[in-house]
């Protein structure tokens, strides 16, 4: 437990995570918080501490301005930052974001800077620097899109992003000296865009909530599950996981060595500040109720800044690493001391394992002693199940096999976002234990996996086991099943499919082929080069999947699934070290679907001013009836302020009902929308560097536009 | 005469109502006309067509029920709703507040009279008296009261039937749809319709015109969506730069209470049509409300100095002279507005006063007196305070008690009158009337300090220590740095520490 340097009271219920810390008026902090009742709190500590009497004829400041200033922002406020949005303004900008909005604000002056609409909603801000852009950025994370405003509105930045925005941190990821962008969306994708070029991706095992920078190329991340961890580019470098869910990750130096630690915020109400390069917890302290947000700023005025961290009820906690280094010194003692005897202890039990066994080794071949032949080993098979039973699904298979006599106890699979918990335990029962087991795996997505697996293996009726750990690799498409090999055909071409060009020899497919897919036996390279065709079918749904490729470097892939597609022209490209290429797509039915959404959209537009009017119309009415009814109270006249009251009464009812077809309304429009920023997306995918990049600004262009031609074209050729 | 060319003359001669019948008759004989349906429009339209900008004033409702506005309590200076705290303004010491919480200004506009009182019983309370009428909400604001044959019946039913007409017709035509815009607007006063019209028609132009966009921008914010009426008004401002946009986006800001940025909105106005005048009058009034005067006359000044017979800016200037001691100057600018021929009650009353200052006495009766005689019921009272407050000047009570009296029989909610009546009284020993004149002045009017420290100093002086201290807490609440006041609280502070 640490002693916090102060402790205030802000008095309202603030959301969790949406918390930020901003200079308003260019030199003292100010901590700005969302309330539950649609507003911002601003707590200015230094209106207290003076400045304030100096001005004459200002009195009424410290009446009416005490240090708790709020925002009406009127709407639910889904994400807020501040930052220095104005390149000519040495103060920190305000900007608010709600489900349809965005408000950029000085808060100093009372001024807006900007206020822009955004269908696609605001789930996170982020504001700063990004390479390849002149002025600060507002980065806007929203339903599958990302859209970033400079301080005069305008949005130069715009791309869009597999699922929903969950969470943006700008980060020097290359170490370039210019910010890169992260981004993590709901299907746990994290991805790191280089202007509007897509340099990196990886995959977890759960959404990602919170994404912060740290020194350097590392960046601390929080999953929906509870997870913490830290990577270096891509590369996770730990990770740890509780029950609690992480509402705020920051990284602040709380033990004063000029190294920052990854401070964490819980929904528990614990804080806890690990070391960034190893996890080690260096200080931890608890609130009542659950954390609303981090920040650090300088808020006692002394030249530094502290730990801010703030509960959703509104208690607000300050931390710096003075006083913690003498407190922490006895905990790391202590620390040791009990590291050191925990250490003893295994050794000691180790020690006794092995002197025990020596012993019976000696007297007797003791069945319950758990020894196997010597020659024992695992074999691991990984193949492809059609599920032939009625029941059966197709699925692969992972089978373990002993070498002899012994048996498999029981296996557990670990393996990342194919079960539900990460971890699958395979334990069948005493009288089915054979010398082989089979575990079938059911990967929801294509991605490459890496398999832990451990192995009880023991002989019949013992009572100790061996554990055997071995890992396999799941390539990326192993849920694919190779049908039939033969000579392309020329001539017809399937409905949905995409073609390019590469120049390269049919046997690097084949490569790619035996490394990417899970194959029987390797596919040999024809002698004389040639062309191939491949049919596969998916295991999922068991729609067929064709790749062809003629000699002369022609490669179609025919599916009707433009993500798969996607997937699938990225693996070969990265593979292949591709850096640019240019893929023609024809899905005649997605593309139908644009159509039908484009003309959805604007009718629903249409319809959304429509009921906008009727909505503000009837607001005004009751407005009016509100003051008659007052009016006619104030008059003690009863009778019409009961007629007025049984009006008013109507049009509200009126106003609910319209309010809830506006909601559906602009429920659908949100999810239309979403579909096509993916569609987008897909069609992004299916291109490579900078035609990737093209497609989705072209696609802006034209969605900009409505013109539903070129966007089709653009899907189909990847050009305007 | 062709009857058409007839009705256009009678258009152009501003003879709306000849020029609605002939093309009643017109119409009558060829319903399907198109140019005489659009002329009977325009002239209908011409006949109630209101300067909303002007007009514009914030409702009851809006005040209390619309909390569009970001900041609760902003910083002092950046906000129209406590003019109190702006640094360097006038004060309450030496320019009288009005009903609203504002310095007195040189001219009445519909904005100057809008107050922000606390609550809306408050508010409701406030237009029980005469003068100070408020709309119950701004769509049924003085647009519907100047304007608007909404209300009248006309013979034959209305001209257009708006619930019948398919408005997706005329969208695609510009011609027609413009006219019928307007008289939508400010003839039939249905907003909805008008704005359905106008997202029609700004499709079918394909967001081109600004006009429509503007158009847009004023529905909106007449339904009080703010936000709408600002990306209209923003985006209409990037296709064309016009005088009447740009006061429109400047109200959408003050509306939202963001003098700053609507300022903002006026100085880039002010690039493209320099020293325009309007919006220099926008300018001027803005920092009026925000109680910075001196900005507030150095652009009155640049007014005047582009248009010499701007009533508004010669008055303000006049009004801050008189304000800042230096009746000599008032009185120029006020006689100047007497020379452009500016003839009433007001204005005689504000010479008066200056030649009173000015130490011009011979002229001061003369002008009281022409005042009078041009006064209406609702600003005699306020003269005959005036010659009250000039006869307590020279010292004559017994004139100054009968002019206050009388200012109060013509207003009987006069609340100045009933406080000088009261120091009157208090002069000639009468305490107990003096008490009740001061009561009764600060519960007609809570804005003003004077009666309370009045009360609380006569109080005080009684011995009653405890309706002392509460009095004076309220003077202080409506003019927190009254010295005399301050003194007086902290000498009850001292004397209840004693006990």
């Known amino acids: ?46 209106r207290r501490l003076g400045s304030a009497s100096q001005i004459s004829g200002a009195t009424t400041w410290s009446q009416v301005n005490k240090e708790i200033s709020l925002l009406s922002v009127n709407r639910n406020v889904s994400a807020i930052c501040a930052g220095r949005l104005h390149p000519e303004l040495e103060q920190d900008i305000l900007v608010v974001g709600t489900p349809s909005s965005v408000l950029a604000y000085n808060v100093e002056n009372n001024k807006d800077i900007f206020y822009k609409e955004v269908v696609d909603g605001a789930n996170v801000i982020v504001v700063g620097n990004l390479s390849g852009y002149e002025y600060p950025l507002a980065l806007v994370g929203g339903n599958c899109s990302i859209q970033g405003f400079d301080y005069k509105g305008n949005d130069p930045y715009w791309t869009v992003s597999g699922d929903n925005v969950r969470s943006l941190a700008l980060l020097d990821y290359d170490l370039d000296g210019e910010n890169e962008l992260i981004v993590g969306s709901d299907d746990f994708d994290l991805r790191v865009f280089k202007e509007d070029v897509m340099v990196g991706e990886t995959s977890e095992t759960e959404v990602a909530t919170i994404l912060a920078p740290l020194r350097g190329s590392k960046m601390a991340y929080a999953l929906a599950n509870g997870t913490v961890g ?89 931390y710096d690493p003075s006083r913690l280094g003498t407190l922490m010194e006895g905990n790391v003692h202590q620390d040791a001391v009990r590291e050191l005897l925990q250490k003893k202890q295994a050794l000691l039990m180790e020690l006794k394992n092995y002197e025990s066994n020596t012993r019976s080794s000696g007297v007797q071949q003791s069945m319950n002693a758990g020894m196997i032949p010597a020659k024992t080993s695992l074999q691991t098979t990984v193949s492809i199940n059609l599920g032939s039973k009625p029941k059966g699904v197709p699925h692969v298979e992972l089978c373990l ?66 554990v055997f750990e071995l890992t396999r690799h799941l390539p990326r498409f192993s849920m694919y099943t190779l049908t039939s090999v033969s000579e ?35 596919l040999e390279p024809e002698a004389g080069g040639g062309s191939l065709s491949l049919s596969f079918i998916a295991l999922r749904d068991g729609s067929p999947l064709n790749i062809s490729m003629h000699s002369a470097g022609r490669v179609v892939i025919s599916t009707s699934s433009m993500t798969l597609a996607g997937d699938l022209v990225q693996s070969l490209a990265s593979f292949l070290n591709l850096s640019n290429l240019q893929v023609t797509a024809e899905f005649p039915d997605e593309l139908a679907h ?49 007629e007025w009251h049984s009006q008013l009464r109507e049009v509200n009812d009126d106003l609910i009902n319209s309010y809830n077809i506006r909601c559906s309304n602009h429920n659908e429009l949100l999810e239309i929308l979403k579909q096509i920023n993916l569609t987008i997306q897909k069609a992004a995918r299916l291109r490579v560097g900078q035609n990737k990049a093209d497609v989705v600004n072209l696609s802006r262009s034209a969605l900009q536009n409505n013109n539903l031609h070129s966007l089709l074209k653009i899907v189909r050729t990847g050009e305007a | 005469m062709d009857p058409v060319f007839s009705a256009l003359s009678l258009y152009k001669k501003r003879k709306f109502e000849e020029c609605v019948t002939t093309c009643t008759e017109l119409l009558d004989k060829n319903p399907f006309d198109q140019a005489v349906w659009v002329l009977k429009m325009r002239a209908l339209t011409e006949q109630l067509y209101v300067d909303d900008l002007e007009a514009e004033e914030e409702g009851i409702a809006e005040a209390f029920m619309d909390n569009e506005t970001i900041a609760e309590s902003a910083r002092p200076g950046t906000s129209l709703k406590n003019p109190g705290t702006s640094q360097g303004g006038s004060t309450q010491g030496y320019r009288p507040w009005t009903q609203t919480g504002r310095p007195v ?165 002010l690039e493209y049509f320099p020293k325009e005048t309007t919006l220099l009058t926008e300018i001027a009034r803005i920092f009026e409300g925000l109680n910075n005067m001196t900005m507030s006359v150095k652009y ?89 407050l000039i006869a307590i000047g020279v010292g004559d009570t017994r004139l100054a008690g009968q002019c206050l009296r009388l200012a109060i029989s013509a207003d009987s909610t006069h609340a100045p009158a009933y406080n000088n009546l009261g120091v009157l009284e208090l002069r000639r020993g009468r305490v107990n009337e003096a008490s009740a004149f001061f009561q009764a002045a600060a519960s ?7 009666p309370y420290f009045n009360h609380s100093s006569l109080s005080h002086k009684m011995g009653d220590l405890q309706a002392s201290y509460i009095v004076i807490q309220k003077a202080l609440e409506a003019y927190p740095n009254h010295v005399p006041s301050q003194e007086l609280l902290r000498a009850l502070e001292k004397h209840f520490t004693f006990i």
């Not at chain 1, 990577?231 to 609690?244: A, E, G, I, P």
């Not at chain 1, 407005?623 to 302020?641: F, K, Q, Y």
């Not at chain 2, 006049?318 to 204005?347: I, K, W």
């Open chain 1, 1 to 46: 437990m640490a002693v916090p340097v102060f402790t205030l009271q802000l008095n309202h219920k603030l959301l969790p995570g949406r918390i930020t810390i901003g200079k308003y008026d260019g030199s003292h902090s100010c901590l700005t918080a969302a309330t539950t009742a649609d507003k911002v709190l601003i707590h200015s500590p230094h």
């Open chain 1, 230 to 318: 830290v990577y270096n580019k891509l590369h996770r470098v730990w990770r740890v996981k509780s029950k609690n869910r992480a509402v705020s990750v920051l990284s602040y130096d709380i033990d004063g060595d000029g190294v920052e630690e990854l401070v964490t915020g819980w929904s528990n109400g614990k804080v806890d500040a690990r070391n960034s390069r190893t996890g080690e917890v260096v200080f931890k302290d608890n609130f009542n109720s659950s954390i609303a947000g981090l920040a650090d700023g300088d808020y006692r005025l002394e030249g530094r800044s502290q730990l801010i961290c703030c509960s959703v009820d509104g208690e607000v906690r300050g």
């Open chain 1, 401 to 466: 096999a002993t070498n002899n006599e012994t048996i498999i106890r029981a296996v557990l699979v670990f393996a990342e976002g194919i079960f539900a918990g990460e971890t699958h335990v395979v334990h069948p029962r005493d009288e089915e234990l054979t010398s082989t087991l089979k575990v079938e795996l059911l990967p929801p997505r294509d991605v490459p996996l890496d398999i832990h697996i451990k192995a009880l293996v023991g002989l019949p009726r013992t009572e100790q086991f061996h």
């Open chain 1, 488 to 522: 392309p055909l020329l001539d017809e071409l399937p409905t949905n499919f995409v073609s390019f060009n590469i120049s390269e020899r049919v046997q690097r497919v084949i490569l790619w082929i035996n490394q990417n897919f899970l194959l029987s036996s390797e």
């Open chain 1, 594 to 642: 644009l159509g039908e959404w484009l003309e959805k959209v604007s009718n629903l537009q249409e319809v959304r001013i429509q009921l906008g009017a009727d909505l503000a119309h009837r607001a005004g009415l009751v407005r009016n009836l509100i003051v008659r009814a007052e009016d006619a109270r104030l008059l003690p006249d009863l009778s019409s302020m009961r």
């Open chain 2, 105 to 269: 200004s040189g001219v009445v506009r519909p904005g100057t009279q809008t107050a922000r009182p606390g609550t809306m019983e408050q508010a409701l309370r406030t237009p029980r008296t005469s003068k100070t009428a408020r709309p119950s909400t701004s769509q049924s604001a003085r647009t519907i009261r100047l304007g608007t044959a909404s209300m009248l019946s006309e013979p034959g039913g209305p001209f257009i039937q708006l619930s019948r007409i398919n408005l997706g017709n005329y969208a695609s035509k510009p011609a027609l749809a413009k006219p019928l815009f307007l008289y939508i607007l400010y003839h039939e006063n249905s907003i909805r319709h008008a704005l359905q019209l106008a997202v029609l028609a700004t499709q079918a132009c394909e967001f081109k015109d600004w006009w429509w966009k503007v158009q847009l921008g004023k529905c909106y914010f007449a339904l009080g969506l703010m936000r709408e009426a600002e990306q209209q008004f923003r985006s209409a401002l990037r296709q064309h730069q016009c005088i009447e946009t740009f006061l429109r986006l400047g109200r959408v800001y003050i509306r939202l209470d963001q003098p700053l940025s609507a300022l903002d909105v006026c100085r880039t106005g």
């Open chain 2, 300 to 388: 009155y000044r640049e007014i005047v100095t582009e248009d010499s017979t701007n009533v508004e800016a010669i008055a303000c200037i006049g009004m801050h002279h008189f304000y800042t001691d230096q009746p000599e100057m008032a009185l120029r600018f006020y006689r100047r507005l007497l020379q452009m021929g500016l003839y009433n009650a007001e204005l005689f009353n504000n010479l008066g006063l200056c030649c009173f200052y000015a130490q011009q006495y011979d002229m001061t009766l003369s002008c009281f007196q022409h005042a009078l005689s041009l006064a209406k019921d609702d600003d005699v009272a306020d003269i005959w305070y005036n010659i009250g």
């Open chain 2, 444 to 450: 007609l009017a809570p804005y003003l300090f004077e």
